[in-house]
């Protein structure tokens, strides 16, 4: 396995990292085969676990927690995602005030188990939602020790380029893969201002040929 700097957090990742998501944290996907899958990439090197708060109807982070029980963890970047909740019947809530962003965090430690989270991203906000009370509220995260880092979670490019120019943010996660090659001058101003870039949807939904 091979690793990387994430950007100026001071934090180091695998080059593959384990979405915990979707059918991989649903009840009807096999409890010991998933805990299992995470126990392996683990052994194999892997070091970051990407997963939020509204995933798999909100069952992907205590899933994961599950599979983190017992095991150290102290080499691990964990990054979840707030401002999206479950909110019952297949559907997902959206709340990206600063008041629902802290208690997400607050929650999503208790259900992964973890002290600290390595990265926590809004996920999907505007950037109209990325106001001061909002940055003001991940630093006062950061200072509490709640998280190691923190960014966001955007498809949207023009949202991503507004968060390159912030300071408080340490890392983006963009849609990238071969469907989507237009996103790397973006990346590359991300680098170039220190960003932490993560490629969401690697592998286009499997919509390759």
Request: net charge neutral; charged share 20%; glycine share 12%.
């Amino acid at each position: 396995m091979r690793y990387r700097p994430l950007g100026h957090t001071g934090l180091t990742v695998s080059e593959l990292g384990f979405g915990c998501a979707s059918w991989w944290g649903k009840p009807a996907f096999d409890e010991r085969t998933a805990l299992g899958l995470v126990h392996e990439a683990i052994d194999l090197g892997v070091t970051l676990f990407d997963t939020g708060a509204s995933y798999s109807a909100g069952e992907a982070e205590p899933r994961l927690g599950r599979a983190l029980k017992g095991r150290d963890a102290s080499n691990l970047i964990v990054a979840t995602k707030a401002g999206t909740y479950h909110a019952g019947s297949g559907r997902v809530g959206r709340d990206m005030t600063p008041e629902a962003v802290v208690a997400s965090a607050e929650r999503s430690l208790r259900m992964l188990g973890l002290e600290s989270l390595g990265l926590l991203q809004l996920h999907g906000p505007s950037a109209a939602e990325l106001n001061d009370e909002m940055l003001s509220v991940l630093e006062r995260l950061k200072a509490r020790g709640l998280a190691r880092a923190v960014g966001l979670n955007s498809f949207d490019p023009a949202v991503v380029e507004h968060a390159i120019g912030l300071p408080v943010i340490d890392v983006v996660m963009i849609d990238y893969n071969v469907l989507r090659p237009e996103r790397e001058p973006l990346i590359a101003v991300a680098a170039a201002s220190g960003k932490g870039v993560l490629a969401g949807m690697p592998l286009a939904m499997g919509h390759t040929r």
